[in-house]
């Protein structure tokens, strides 16, 4: 990997050491390009003749992001952020009272708000799988609720947003699809920072982000959705105009594709953008930017352990790029700013984020640092020579 030409494609990496790829990472000119591009266009000739006259383009971004999750671009909706596009696929499933949805304890934390208000609303139950010992969802416990509560759906968050835990998606998936149960896998934070491969997941739907690992723009997410949702004719409660056509007084067509999930109004400039994104992504190479991510944040999470009253809270077989730390006697938010006054960029976790991991640890809030490619071990080590300091 080529970091210095990364580098040089990251207009952010000469203002300032940027460690908060986990909130919103650094966009390389190609993404920028595609936005500014895009937005100069509708300014000269009108916003919906800058989209008829940029249908190519549009063409392309979904082919870029089904290569980048190894399916078609037809299995592909665009929307304005990972939550809208996990809301959209849960909306699609009618659920009635006692259906039961079956989680895990890592599950992201406006997943799992959603999950209560259905269950407050509709009377479904919502059950959380067991973890290992080791951290991450205990796959043999969850296939044995799948088999005991059959469930109506599974959701999974691959990443959570709280700590470098991988959830092992993978094998869950192979307990769905044996099972013939509706399988979700929340992939806003392992996009753009691992391989992630749909068919390889065995999932009915992922959602995920542009702004974060992939590295596109806020505001703009996207939606995977198999064949199998499109033939049972799954399409969400709030369809509209973009994903289904008015074809008589009292009835309406669903799109025949992922189409169905989108919505007409839109940010085409963000779509080309996260476009672009899913092309770089693939450009540099997937294997290599898990394999550098991963190096970065394990040489994080030992210079980090090392700080007297700093205690590293990532725990699992497999850990990503999320390094979360608690800092005895100090409110991360604190540390937050005084990294940012450095010109150091990290994110600060709270308890209301993740409420049942943070009480099984013990702490209230978290520091997360989170590397990305384009970072270098310079970076790294400023950052924690800083932490060093502040703790001190």
Known sequence: MDVERLRSETPGCRERVHLNNAGAALMPQPVLHAIQEHITLESMIGGYEAADARREAQEGAYESVARLLGTRPQNVAFTESATTSFAQAMSSIPFQRDDVILTTRNDYVSNQIQFLSLQERFGVRVLRAPDRSEGGVEVDALADLVRRHRPRFVCVTHVPTNSGLVQDVRAVG??????????????????????????????????????????????????????????????????????????????????????????????????????????????????????????????????????????????????????SVWIDGRDPRDILMALRARRINVSAQIRAYAVIDYDNKGVAASLRLSPHYYNTEEELDRAVSAIRELVR
Request: with cysteine; net charge neutral; proline share 3%.
């Open 174 to 323: 192979s307990v769905c699809q044996e099972a013939g149960v509706l399988y979700l896998v929340d992939a806003c934070q392992s996009v753009g920072q691992m391989p992630v491969d749909v068919h390889d997941l065995r999932c009915d739907f992922l959602s995920a982000t542009a702004r974060k690992f992939l590295r596109g723009p806020r505001g703009a997410g996207f939606l995977y959705v198999s064949d199998r949702v499109l033939e049972q004719g799954l399409a969400p409660l709030f369809v509209d105009m973009k994903g289904a056509e008015w074809i008589a007084e009292d009835r309406y067509r669903v799109a025949p594709d992922a189409l169905r999930f989108e919505t007409w109004e839109r940010a085409l400039a963000l779509v080309l953008a996260t476009g672009e994104a899913a092309r770089y992504a693939t450009s540099v190479g997937l294997e290599a930017i898990r394999d550098r991510v991963r190096a970065l944040a394990g040489r994080l999470r030992e210079a980090l352990g090392a700080i007297e009253k700093v205690r590293v809270l990532d725990r699992g077989r497999e850990l990503c790029g999320i390094v």
